[in-house]
């Protein structure tokens, strides 16, 4: 059974950095394309970053230059970096494994306040 699951999310105030992490199982990470999308309330969910299993990353133009993607193989997870961080950042956030295995984790809250 496939399981991704999100941490390190939470309340962090404009300007501060949070990483997420999602722990992988169930599934040959090595092989999987892996990504982080969001969701805001009352928006569609949006791809943040893309990693292909060969390392090549993607970032979407809104967080481009304030967040990283990296995964680590060997310990099947992948991790988002958020760094100056903005009230518009505030959404629920997914990690997404986007082939040949496709599967949601559940989401962890990420809000930016102060």
């Known amino acids: 059974q496939v399981q991704l699951v999100e941490s390190g999310g939470g309340l962090v105030q404009p300007g501060g950095s949070l990483r997420l992490s999602c722990a992988a199982s169930?599934?040959?990470?090595?092989?999987?394309?892996m990504g982080w999308y969001r969701q805001a309330p009352g928006k569609e969910r949006e791809a943040v970053a893309r990693i292909s299993r060969a390392g090549v990353t993607n970032i979407a133009d809104p967080v481009k230059g304030r967040f990283t993607i990296s995964r680590d193989n060997a310990k099947k997870m992948v991790d988002l970096q958020m760094n100056n961080l903005t009230p518009e950042d505030t959404a629920v956030y997914y990690c997404?494994?986007?082939?040949?295995?496709?599967?949601w984790g559940q989401g962890i809250q990420v809000t930016v306040s102060s």
């Open positions: 997404k494994s986007e082939g040949p295995v496709y599967a």
């Open positions: 169930g599934i040959s990470f090595s092989i999987n394309n």
